[in-house]
T-cell receptor, first 113, second 113 residues
Framework: AQSVTQLGSHVSVSEGALVLLRCNYS??????LFWYVQYPNQGLQLLLK??????LVKGINGFEAEFKKSETSFHLTKPSAHMSDAAEYFC???????????FGAGTRLAVHP | NAGVTQTPKFRVLKTGQCMTL??????????MYWYRQDPGMGLRLIHY???????AKGEVPDGYNVSRLKKQNFLLGLESAAPSQTSVYFC????????????FGSGTRLTVV
């Protein structure tokens, strides 16, 4: 069965610092992986997705993620954090038929001046 | 283009009461999903639908029923609300098999007292 594990429920960075949010997956088949962002009191928005094309995936708002099969990881990065990046981030994997998504527990990112 | 609209946005129920959450999408998407979001647990799939007139169980279906009588609407029902169903409920929709990105609604915050 497919699953994802997000390491660290809370991450705090300074404005301008590197953002690194960790996601490891488990999948018996080549995975399709996603990162979503949730701003306060809003639904989830797709940041980026990996669907077996390039292993380095670029998303919106300057975020990118690298698929590493040997490490079963799909970590999310951004070179320079902005105050507006403060949100909760979810890693997800496509699971089974009909493209159901299995979500990780989420990582709340705080950005301080 | 409204996307995915959920009603109501907030609701307080007493234990044992029933209610229906409505999800409406105007994108002609085939697939629709209901998730619940709880702190530290990410999003968990309750039920989903792959087309008008079809529904299927997700990870946590107990205590919920769904219906998809019209393609654009996906209803989630609580027959006898319990405090364990206090959560934020999200509806999502997706186009055909070639599109893996979900569009989420803004959520319904339900409290059962």
């Amino acid at each position: 069965a497919q699953s994802v594990t997000q390491l660290g429920s809370h991450v705090s960075v300074s404005e301008g610092a590197l953002v690194l949010l960790r996601c490891n997956y488990s999948s018996s088949v080549p995975p399709y992986l996603f990162w979503y962002v949730q701003y306060p009191n809003q639904g989830l928005q797709l940041l980026l997705k990996y669907t077996s094309a390039a292993t380095l995936v670029k998303g919106i708002n300057g975020f990118e993620a690298e698929f590493k099969k040997s490490e079963t990881s799909f970590h999310l990065t951004k070179p320079s954090a902005h105050m507006s990046d403060a949100a909760e981030y979810f890693c997800a994997v496509k699971a089974g038929g009909y493209n159901k998504l299995i979500f990780g527990a989420g990582t709340r990112l705080a950005v301080h001046p | 283009n409204a996307g995915v609209t959920q009603t109501p946005k907030f609701r307080v129920l007493k234990t044992g009461q029933c209610m229906t959450l409505l999800c409406a999408q105007d994108m002609n998407h085939e697939y629709m999903y209901w998730y619940r979001q709880d702190p530290g647990m990410g999003l968990r799939l309750i039920h989903y639908s792959v087309g008008e007139g079809t529904t299927a169980k997700g990870e946590v279906p107990d205590g919920y029923n769904v219906s998809r009588l019209k393609k654009q609407n996906f209803l989630l029902g609580l027959e006898s609300a319990a405090p364990s169903q206090t959560s934020v409920y999200f509806c999502a929709s997706r186009a055909g098999r070639s599109n893996y990105g979900y569009t989420f609604g803004s959520g319904t915050r339900l409290t059962v007292v």
